[in-house]
């Protein structure tokens, strides 16, 4: 890779492993890097352990998703899922255990997929994507149960609330659908730009962060990043953040939120922004928290940059891993 | 009772001796001594000095109780002279005596215990002696012996052949084995034997060769004046066969006159004379090779003995640089006249002439510089067409940029030659970059045409001469003409550029829709500090893309009230290296490629998918293609943005590119990518 490739990469996705020690980053040309993160944050770390330990081409398009699962690590790429063991990875054995591909109609472009989640309750992954429908593959037997049809424009973000089996999805079409899981039928449809605190006609209407944490629902995009009252199906707050947000993430009593322009938003549930952290992308679209492992307890940032962030104090920068 | 008998002899022996034998001896009685035969010395042998001690005791208590006795008659009132204490005084004297005696003996005693020491120790001091003279006669025989031992006889320094070799080749005369076999000092006296003999026949031999060399070197004596005989007769020849050459017209003679004047070339270009002469006979016939110059400077400069590398006393010219620099004492000026014998150049330069296929030549001129054993090369360009109508063109055929990194990273600008640092320390020259406007530029490429090698890192050996040339010579020969085509096709396109024209060629076509409403307005050449000052260009910067040796350019595509502001970095090693392109465009506001993810998609549809753009080889067309794209993309991004607005009225840019999909994925990037037979816009 040269030196003009790496200054036009961006960071779409990252995921950390289930035990918490590497981190997978996917980037615009279709690689996943591996990171050492025990390596980058060893006391006699050198800029080499900031490099990745693996890098490898997984898709064709940019890997706009990955996600981790007990022992697999599942990417996203242009209309194709992979699935890959972490046990193989960090042995540096790069080899798909599967790929799969949903079934799409159109011909003339292959649609990418934007999110995953991951159904617990009954193994299942969420897929969602430039199709403007949601496919559910059984992980079980490895097929695509079901589809959920309603959004009419590309699906950009995924969210699961396990108690009340419901699934979220945000669209371009500026709409967040709540769908049943287990029947497969829209519930409800709220349009996000028609409430006229969080619309931003300037921007537009599309909805590219969504998350939910029991009876609330954070999503933005076109319209501000707003915070929501599930059951009554009203904002509560709305978040002054210039700019759209790509992810967001609650922590703690705070929200954490990226999105264009070059640093990490934390916002008070009350609607307060607290503090803009700047960091090394000029915008951003990725956000994971590592949970996983107590020793290894960071926040990375990904963007429009070959660098990753990473902030073990989440009030400033410690150092960048680099594609 | 044992006590009082003992009193009775004692006293005895008093009275017989009749006073102290000192007395007796004093007066000279020895007679009467030796008639009494009493010898006390005799007397002191029998008795027990434990003894004695024991009778001292005895009379100095008995004295005592006879003293307190007395003290007790008297104060019980006896009178002086009364019977009892004449007897208890009788009985004192007695004593006295006996204790006299004692005291006696004991000093015989002690004289004779002295005399008994002194006698043991005269003994011990001449047993001492003895024991001396008997131990330095022992050192003295330990070093006669190692003496002996450490003996080294001459024949140890001479090297002999092995023993199995000895016996194979020596004879038995000498070998005498069934003598040496046993007695290793018969074996070295018999090899000693055998070296002799071996050296003497040597001796001899080397005796038989000596003559033979004199011999020989006569016979060749007389060869070579028979051959300079030959020479006038040739010479004749030669002239008489002037005129059937030109007649004939064979440019043997004027080959001839070359190559004669190419003996006065120093090695290097000697070496870069005969190489780039072989290459041009053999591969490349529309290379040719002439050397310009002072030839009887030249002449006077190999004349005299290189002896010595000193700058003072190397040549005629340097000899009138003395004497300058007598008439002008000052140091700044010597210190200039320094510099100038320093970078001499040899009065010969050699100049290759590569012509292209469009009739445009590129004229290298190489120089030797003397006393830093360097070579430069200047380079100008002589077309056939004119070409002073690009402005913007001007540097891109200048001597200074046109050579500049034809091997990566090789500027040209600093003395390939460590050695040099040094040299310029003594005379305060800074950096070679100051006099390369002068001199030409030392790049590598040339110092390997030369032979000339200067290993940058320890490991790398020292090659030489010729054939690191001849390695280098084809490579370079083809870089060089790929960059000057290169440089005139750039050339070229500038020059429609500057009137907004872009030059794209019918197999190019294919690459871009028909319909391309953007135009670009504006193409001019700026500076790195203007492009380093622009603030969109800083991360290109920061990644170390934008050097000092590389172009700098900006060119505005403007459609509507959009301007798009396109900075360029050029490398040197164009085509080889694409040119790098930072947007800003002004529309609604200014966004930046730094900014907007759509204006960063677009640097990277141009940037980083350009190997699509090249065109026929080499390519030529990359820059030009480039700069279509850019007005594509210019056109994509204008007629999909915003359509979702309420604003009233019609739109300022109607959607005419057809895609499939206005936005994708998460960073909603717009359609850049053209697909050709279809026509419409997809995503990457």
């Known amino acids: ?323 | 009772m044992s006590s009082d008998a003992l009193k009775k002899r004692k006293s005895k022996v008093v009275r017989s001796e009749g006073g102290t034998p000192e007395m007796k001896r004093g007066r000279g009685e020895a007679e009467q001594q030796d008639v009494r035969v009493y010898n006390e010395e005799v007397e002191l042998d029998s008795r027990d000095p434990e003894q004695d001690f024991q009778q001292y005791k005895e009379s100095c208590e008995s004295l005592a109780t006879i003293m307190s006795e007395i003290q007790e008659l008297k104060a019980n009132g006896a009178k002086e002279g009364s019977a009892e204490v004449e007897q208890r005084r009788m009985q004192g004297c007695i004593h006295f005596m006996n204790l006299k005696k004692l005291n006696r003996l004991a000093h015989m005693r002690l004289k004779r215990g002295r005399d008994q020491t002194h006698d043991a120790k005269q003994k011990v001091d001449v047993l001492h002696l003895q024991l001396q003279n008997l131990l330095y006669e022992v050192m003295h025989l330990q070093k006669e012996i190692s003496k002996c031992l450490e003996f080294k006889s001459k024949h140890e320094e001479i090297d002999l052949v092995s023993e199995s070799e000895f016996y194979q080749e020596a004879p038995q005369e000498i070998s005498r084995p069934h003598l040496t076999k046993n007695d290793p000092h018969q074996l070295t006296l018999a090899r000693l034997d055998w070296e002799l003999e071996q050296r003497k026949r040597l001796a001899e031999k080397y005796k038989e060769s000596q003559s033979m060399k004199e011999k020989i070197q006569n016979s060749i004596e007389v060869k070579k004046e028979h051959l300079t005989s030959l020479q006038p007769g040739l010479n004749a020849i030669m002239q008489a066969s002037v005129p059937v050459q030109e007649y004939l017209s064979m440019p043997f003679e004027q080959a001839q006159i070359q190559t004669e004047v190419a003996r006065h070339l120093p090695p290097a270009l000697y070496v870069l004379f005969v190489q780039a002469n072989a290459y041009g006979q053999a591969c490349d016939k529309n290379l040719s090779v002439s050397i310009s110059g002072d030839v009887d400077e030249a002449k006077a400069l190999s004349k005299p003995p290189e002896d010595s590398q000193d700058d003072e006393s190397d040549s005629d010219a340097e000899e009138e640089q003395e004497k300058t620099k007598r008439r002008r004492p000052t140091t700044g000026g010597q210190l200039d006249d320094k510099r100038k014998e320093m970078l001499k150049r040899h009065p010969l330069s050699l100049c290759l002439d590569l012509k292209c296929k469009d009739g445009s030549i590129l004229h290298l001129h190489f120089y030797y510089l003397m006393n830093l054993n360097i070579m430069t090369v200047k380079a100008k360009v002589s077309t056939s067409t004119d070409l002073t109508s690009a402005i913007s063109a001007g540097d891109l055929l200048k001597s200074d940029t046109l050579l500049s990194c034809l091997y990566s990273s090789d500027q040209g600008r600093e003395t390939p030659n460590p050695a040099n640092r040094y040299q310029f320390d003594k005379v305060g020259i800074v950096t070679f970059a100051d006099y390369v406007e002068e001199l030409g530029h030392p790049y590598m490429w040339v110092q390997s045409l030369g032979g000339l090698h200067f290993p940058k890192d320890s490991s790398e050996g020292v090659s030489v001469g010729s054939s690191l040339s001849a390695s280098h010579m084809e490579n370079t020969m083809k870089l060089l003409r790929g960059r000057l085509q290169a440089r005139l096709a750039l050339h070229k396109q500038f020059a429609s550029l500057e009137h907004s024209i872009i030059p794209v060629s019918s197999e190019c076509q294919h690459l871009f829709p028909a319909k391309i409403i953007s135009r670009l307005a504006r193409w001019t050449t700026i500076t790195q500090e203007e492009y380093m000052e622009l603030p969109y260009t800083r991360h290109v910067a920061d990644a170390g893309l934008a050097k000092e040796s590389d172009l700098y350019f900006m060119s505005v595509v403007e459609r509507g009230t959009a301007r798009l502001q396109a900075a360029l970095v050029m490398s040197p090693r164009y085509p080889e290296i694409s040119p790098l392109f930072s947007l800003s465009l002004s529309w609604k506001g200014e966004r930046t490629g730094r900014t907007d993810d759509n204006l960063r998609a677009m640097e990277s549809e141009i940037n980083v998918f350009k190997n699509e753009l090249q065109g026929p080889r080499p390519g030529h067309q990359l820059l030009t293609n480039q700069i279509s794209r850019l007005c594509v993309c210019l056109d994509v991004y204008l007629e999909t943005e915003g359509q979702d607005d309420s604003v009233e009225g019609p739109r300022e840019f109607p959607r005419e590119k057809m895609c499939l999909r206005t936005v994708r994925g998460p960073n909603r990037l717009k359609p850049f990518k053209y697909n050709h037979p279809q026509g419409f816009f997809s995503h990457r």
């Open chain 1, 1 to 323: 890779m040269g030196p003009v490739e790496l200054l036009h990469m961006s960071v779409f996705s990252q995921s950390f492993s289930p035990c918490g020690r590497f981190l997978a980053a996917g980037n615009s040309y279709g690689e996943i890097a591996v990171f050492s993160l025990s390596a980058a944050l060893s006391p006699d770390a050198t800029a080499l352990s900031q490099k990745p330990v693996l890098t490898f081409t997984a898709h064709e398009g940019p890997v706009f998703s990955l996600l981790s699962t007990d022992c697999h690590l599942m990417s996203a790429g242009n209309g194709e899922i992979s699935c890959w063991s972490w046990s193989d990875l960090t042995k540096k054995n790069v080899k798909p255990l599967w790929t799969k591909r949903p079934n799409y109609k159109s011909s003339l472009e292959i649609p990418e997929i934007n999110a995953m989640v991951l159904n617990t309750r009954d193994n299942s992954l969420v897929v969602g994507g430039g199709d403007n429908n949601i496919h559910i593959l059984d992980l079980e037997h490895g097929i695509f149960k079901t589809v959920l049809q309603g959004h009419s424009d590309y699906v950009h973000c995924l969210s699961l609330r396990e108690r009340e089996a419901e699934i979220l999805s945000g669209g371009e079409d500026g709409a967040v659908r709540m769908w049943d899981s287990r029947t497969g039928q829209s519930v409800h449809c709220v349009e996000i730009y028609k409430y006229e605190s969080c619309a931003r006609p300037q921007y537009g209407k599309w909805i590219s962060c969504l998350t939910t944490d029991s009876d609330w629902m954070l999503c933005g995009g076109g319209p501000s990043l707003s915070l929501w009252h599930l059951r009554s199906l009203s904002p509560t707050s709305i978040f002054t953040l210039t700019g759209c947000q790509r992810q967001t993430s609650f922590y703690q009593d705070m929200i954490l939120a990226v999105g264009e322009g070059p640093s990490v938003a934390h916002c008070l549930l009350g609607g307060e922004v607290k503090a803009q952290i700047p960091c090394t992308p000029q915008s951003l679209n990725t956000l994971q928290l590592n949970t996983n492992s107590a020793e290894h307890r960071m926040l990375t940032v990904g963007g429009s940059s070959n660098h990753i962030d990473v902030f073990t104090n989440l009030s400033y920068r410690a150092f960048s891993l680099s594609f």
